[in-house]
């Protein structure tokens, strides 16, 4: 797998099928707790204030280029990223690689019960010979406690899963697999976040045209406001600041 630095991290440029690819590897090689994440403006820049959160990008097997942003950034920086790659395509092209076998386990860690019955509908529908092994919906909590993480660790284990997907939103995701990786005996294991609403159809994701214009992020801003202001406001300026002083090589060590 090729990478590119961008703000110091390792963002993968090889394009949707290889990042794919090289995760099923992952998978029929049984490797242990390889694990991919997404990278964007408003991740990096948040990682910047969140030690953990910073780690866990770092850590991560596969840091997808996912978002508008690290493509013009790439431009900027005279970069070559093939494509953007968002966790949904990603999630759904290595799920049709894990179809074409008959041996692939996977879990579902996130959400609520009722978007996680539904996407198991759709995997059955979509992908039967994909075997969601278990799924579970973790508290409704800012932080869990060690407790909540030894359940949801033994839920996984007991599942002798092959993929975990788990989907609660960044950092928190990325901050429980880094927090946890160790002790899970999985495969492989995906940060998707908000793909899990998006595929069982709980919410709709933006027309495939708006996708490719690098416009996703309007319609999902003028859903929710409140919650994604600040996302696109103030850490898309602060990213691409930092892009700018990368590519005047200015802070080599960090850019934020």
Not at 22 to 31: E, L, P, R, S
Not at 145 to 151: A, W
Not at 175 to 183: A, E, F, V
């Amino acid at each position: 797998m090729n990478v590119v630095n961008v703000l110091g991290y390792s963002v993968s440029n090889s394009g949707l099928q290889a990042d794919a690819n090289t995760a099923i590897d992952f998978i029929n090689q049984g490797q242990k707790s390889k694990y991919m994440a997404c990278a964007n403006p408003h991740s990096l820049v948040e990682a910047e204030s969140d030690v953990s959160f910073k780690e866990s990008l770092h850590k991560a097997d596969i840091l997808l280029p996912d978002g508008a942003g690290i493509l013009l950034a790439a431009k900027i920086l005279n970069l070559d990223i093939q494509e953007r790659v968002a966790g949904t395509e990603f999630f759904i092209e290595l799920t049709r690689l894990c179809n074409q076998q008959t041996n692939v386990n996977v879990f579902f860690l996130g959400s609520t019960e009722e978007v996680l019955a539904n996407l198991v509908v759709q995997i059955k529908k979509n992908f039967p010979n994909v075997n969601v092994c278990g799924t579970y919906s973790p508290p409704f909590k800012s932080e869990f406690s060690e407790q909540d993480n030894q359940v949801m660790v033994d839920a996984i284990n007991s599942a002798h899963t092959n993929v975990l997907w788990v989907g609660m939103t960044a950092p928190k995701q990325e901050k429980w697999i880094h927090l946890n990786r160790d002790k899970l005996n999985v495969n492989f294991i995906g940060a998707i976040g908000a793909v899990f609403d998006f595929y069982s159809g709980s919410k709709k994701r933006a027309p495939q045209w708006i996708c490719k214009l690098g416009l996703e992020w309007l319609p999902r801003l003028l859903r929710e406001p409140g919650r994604l202001w600040k996302r696109n406001f103030v850490s898309s300026p602060l990213f691409l600041i930092a892009v700018f002083k990368q590519r005047l090589g200015f802070c080599k060590t960090s850019y934020l």
